[in-house]
Each structure stands twice: as structure tokens, then as C-alpha cells.
């Protein structure tokens, strides 16, 4: 098996809020002082004055666990440690499996679910596009929201 087709077969095998989740990274919970303590956040209190903060990645699962300094002081050399979810895949450095990897792989899915709607809606199958197509689609897409933006601000002044 190439390369090629041992990284495609394992991308295939992470669902998608994993996928997503090795793309763009982790939803942590996201601490602000003065408000209240957001969900998949638990402060659990230890003996010694320490705390154990756990949080929760919103999307896959993930835990991740850090022991604050006592009186529970932030150790910005502290070591977390993390759980999996229950259907995490395990990637070996070997596996070269990069983040642009599994961004592509984000928006392969996106694209299968975009011409599964497309069927659904017009009961035809979506013509299918290459890759150099469908980045000349974005290309021009983003060429027209720059001009529609540009005019606008040119009305507003």
C-alpha cells in the first residue's frame, strides 16, 4: 500500500467531529473572568490547594486535564494530560498524517455532503469537479465578494 493510499484509507476511518477537530483544532472551553463557568469546564479541588482543571472538547470529546500550582496558580510548564473519546483513532508519526491532510479531508466531506444536497433537492446528481475546478470556483467567488465589498465601501464614502 503507498503512502498515499494508507493515509486516505485512515482518513477515511475518523468520523467527522474528529476530522474536523485534527483540521481546525479543539473547542475548549473558553475561560472569561467574571462570567460564569462555561460547560465541558470542571474545576475539581485537591488536597494540597492544587486544582485539576478538565475541560471538554465541545465537538469530539476530547479531555484534556491540567494541575494548577497551589492555590490554584496557573503553571504555564505544567504537563496536561489528555483522555481520547471512546472512537478516537490513533495517529503514529510515521503515518505522516499533517493538518492539511485532514483539512482536505474536511472539505472532500463537505463537497460529498454539498452534491448529496444538490441530489436531494433537484433529484439530478451534481456534475462532478476536479480539483482545478473547484478551486477556480472559489477563486472567482472570492473575486466577486471582494468586488461586491469594495463597491459597497466605495457607496458608503
Given amino acids: 500500500m503507498t ?3 494508507g493515509t486516505a484509507k485512515l482518513l477515511s476511518a475518523v468520523d467527522n467531529e474528529i476530522a474536523a477537530c485534527r483540521a481546525w483544532g479543539h473547542r475548549w472551553p473558553e475561560l472569561v473572568p467574571g462570567k460564569k463557568l ?3 469546564f470542571r474545576p475539581l479541588p485537591q ?9 471538554t472538547c465541545q465537538r469530539c470529546g476530547k479531555e484534556r486535564q491540567t494541575l494548577t500550582l497551589p492555590g490554584g496558580i496557573f503553571d504555564t510548564g505544567a504537563l496536561r494530560r489528555y ?13 505522516k498524517v499533517t493538518r492539511r491532510d485532514f483539512q482536505a479531508e474536511v472539505w472532500r466531506r463537505l463537497h460529498e455532503d454539498i452534491g448529496l444536497y444538490t441530489v436531494a433537492r433537484t433529484g439530478k446528481p451534481r456534475k462532478a469537479v476536479t480539483p482545478t475546478e473547484a478551486v477556480l470556483v472559489v477563486v472567482i467567488d472570492v473575486a466577486i465578494v471582494t468586488l461586491l465589498v469594495l463597491a459597497a465601501l466605495r457607496i458608503g464614502a
Fill in 47 to 55: 488536597r494540597d490547594g492544587c486544582v485539576l482543571a478538565i475541560e
Fill in 3 to 5: 503512502q498515499a493510499n
Fill in 38 to 40: 462555561p460547560r465541558g
Fill in 83 to 95: 483522555r481520547d473519546p471512546e472512537h478516537w483513532v490513533t495517529i503514529h508519526a510515521e503515518e
